[in-house]
């Protein structure tokens, strides 16, 4: 069981706005702690797609947004398109136990 | 282009050490912390652990601490994941990644390690 809580599966049709949760507690996101996004397509290795809550690397599309408030963050995809279909996780550091880093469980997103 | 080239046997015996190496291209080796991080279906992503790239500061998940061993060889640019006395807990994609905070923007393309008696 994941320390930060993901929605296990969301869909959307091409256009649409989705959004994911992430929802930890006071021992990390609630804490203070930045939270961070990532994009998995089948068989590659994740792709960072939010950095500090808010921010985009170059080249990752604005149609991609995240924000953070209190215990829980959000990652929100603005139209949709097929390529979005992916599996996204959060992340962010937990101070509990001599800290570290964690992660969400993982959102399996598909496009309708 | 940054890139990270990992490389390691993909197949261990229970109690045996899992060796892993992370070659880093096409980018800086220094000004960054460089980290190994897990994936398997039952136990999900799991940060396994981070080294400065001076070697000079490590720091791991508590979980794993009493196994791992991250080193660096800023030489070559490289650096390695040591994982002792493995089990079949341990089968995972190990992923090497960089880290320019709490957090990895580069990531390796992967390792599947497979441990079986």
């Known amino acids: 069981q994941s320390v930060l809580t993901q929605p296990p599966s969301v869909s959307g049709a091409p256009g649409q706005r989705v959004t994911i949760s992430c929802t930890g507690n006071?021992?990390?996101?609630?804490?203070?702690?930045?939270v961070h996004w990532y994009q998995q397509l089948p068989g590659r290795a994740p792709k960072l797609l939010i950095y500090g809550n808010t921010n985009r690397p170059s080249g990752v599309p604005d149609r991609f947004s995240g924000s953070k408030s209190g215990t829980s963050a959000s990652l929100a995809i603005t139209g949709l398109q097929a390529e979005d279909e992916a599996d996204y996780y959060c992340?962010?550091?937990?101070?509990?136990?001599?800290?570290?880093?964690?992660f969400g469980g993982g959102t399996k997103l598909t496009v309708l | 282009q940054v890139q990270l080239q990992q490389w390691g046997a993909g197949l261990l015996k229970p109690s045996e050490t899992l060796s892993l190496t992370c070659a880093v291209s096409g980018g800086s080796f220094s000004g960054y912390s460089w980290s190994w991080i897990r994936q398997s279906p039952g136990r999900g992503l799991e940060w396994i652990g981070a080294?400065?790239?001076?070697?000079?500061?490590?720091d791991y998940n508590p979980s794993l601490k009493s196994r791992v061993t991250i080193s660096v060889d800023t030489s070559k640019k490289q650096f390695s994941l040591k994982l002792r006395s493995v089990t079949a807990a341990d089968t995972a994609m190990y992923y090497c990644?960089?880290?320019?905070?709490?957090?990895?923007?580069?990531w390796g393309q992967g390792t599947l390690v497979i441990v079986s008696s």
């Open positions: 990644a960089r880290d320019p905070n709490d957090y990895s923007n580069y």
């Open positions: 080294i400065h790239h001076s070697g000079a500061v490590t």
């Open positions: 992340q962010s550091y937990d101070s509990s136990l001599s800290g570290s880093r964690v």
């Open positions: 006071s021992s990390n996101i609630g804490a203070g702690y930045d």
